[in-house]
């Protein structure tokens, strides 16, 4: 976009030659977050090491990886009971562990199928030879809403759903009724975006380049119940119960990633203020795009309106020509990330936590200048 003012030559963004950046994941960071890694790089807090320096096991870096789990605890307002934990391995290793660990005998796993999540959660539970019951959902309208009424198995271990579907673009508003059955949540692409209660909750997992910082961690909320489920005769570094009692430092975590986690958590505490706040920023910046999507002749949204996520917003152009040249366009003008995912193609904006609403006020101008000059 071009320089207009003098104010906005002095941005970050440009003063840097950063693009608005609307990745799917690995994702946008608040610059401060990156500021402070460049910052205090090569030598952390006084030690005249860097912090990939370090040894996890010194009070440095302790005193980090607490930071990341008192922010956690403070920001969720987590009871005693739930565990923070940090996992190698990503989402994806998540859903291979969770049948794995907390599977009942001789009671189903349930599993809600919104998408491509979903379904790989559900296949890593049927590899394992599990008894796996999935609760279809709108998979013949290609996953396109969110189903509001079914009832949950009360015999089921528990009753796994995927809160924010990154690729359609569909995220729950309220959680369903597990009926006295923990829920077990996939927040990957929308954890810590807005205030959930717990309560329901066994377990909650995100993958953490979405919302929380690098890639390859995952960040796993797991209540204390669960974790009597867990068989002994898993292997260690599968037992979810290895990880709580070795306060996630089995072995060497990736203590740059968890790092970052910890600033990032630190900027939504302090900077932003909160998850409540955090929330309405998150939805502001949505219904600026989707206002842009209702009112255009050319832009089409792709989730059905009650469905609708404010962290990723899916849409079409009416034919392959328009949409390369807008995503072409979007490009040369600094707008990076708008390809929506290869499965579903289309474009699709992923409005992430650090995605700021500046960014977002630009990208709607842009899209409304291409509108008029097609
Ligand atoms: C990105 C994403 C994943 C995959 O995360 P990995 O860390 O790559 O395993 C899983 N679930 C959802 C909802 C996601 O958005």
Request: hydrophobic share 40%; proline share 5%; charged share 25%.
């Amino acid at each position: 976009m071009k320089i207009e003012s003098l104010e906005d030559i002095r941005k970050d963004l440009i003063v840097e030659k950063r693009v608005h950046i609307f990745n799917a994941g690995p994702a946008a960071l608040p610059i401060s977050v990156l500021k402070e890694v460049q910052e205090h790089f090569l030598n952390f807090r006084g030690s005249g090491m860097s912090i990939t320096e370090i040894s996890h096991r010194s009070t440095l870096f302790e005193e980090v990886i607490n930071d990341a789990i008192d922010r956690t605890r403070r920001l969720l307002k987590l009871s005693n009971d739930y565990h923070v934990l940090f996992i190698q391995g990503g989402a994806s290793l998540q859903f291979c562990m969770i049948p794995m660990n907390l599977a009942l005998p001789g009671r189903p796993l349930t599993y809600i199928n919104t998408g491509v999540w979903s379904t790989k959660a559900i296949r890593e539970a049927q590899i394992q030879g599990k008894d796996v019951r999935v609760i279809p959902t709108s998979e013949d309208r290609d996953f396109s809403s969110l189903p509001t009424d079914f009832t949950a198995d009360r015999q089921a271990s528990y009753l796994h759903l995927t809160s924010n579907n990154t690729i359609r673009g569909t995220q729950w508003q309220h959680f369903p009724d597990g009926k006295g059955i923990p829920l077990i949540s996939d927040m990957s692409s929308d954890f810590m975006s807005r205030p959930v209660d717990v309560k329901p909750f066994g377990l909650i997992y995100a993958g953490a380049q979405k919302n929380l910082g690098p890639s390859g961690i995952a960040m796993v909320i797991i209540r204390e119940d669960m974790l009597k489920r867990v068989p002994g005769s898993l292997p260690t570094m599968l037992k979810y119960t290895t990880y709580r009692d070795n306060k996630s430092l089995f072995n060497t975590p990736p203590t740059f990633a968890i790092y970052i986690i910890a600033l990032v958590l630190e900027w939504l505490e302090e900077t932003i203020g909160g998850l409540k706040e955090m929330e309405k920023i998150n939805k502001e910046k949505a219904s600026l795009i989707y206002e842009v999507i209702d009112k255009s002749e050319i832009y089409q949204g792709i989730a059905e309106a009650k469905s609708r996520s404010i962290m990723n917003v899916t849409f079409r152009l009416p034919d392959k020509e328009l949409e390369q040249g807008f995503l072409a366009e979007a490009r040369k003008n600094g707008f990076e990330g708008l390809r929506g995912h290869r499965s579903v193609g289309g474009c699709r904006a992923s409005l992430y936590n650090a995605v700021t609403i500046d960014s977002v006020k630009r990208l709607v101008a842009f899209m409304r200048e291409f509108e008029e000059k097609s």
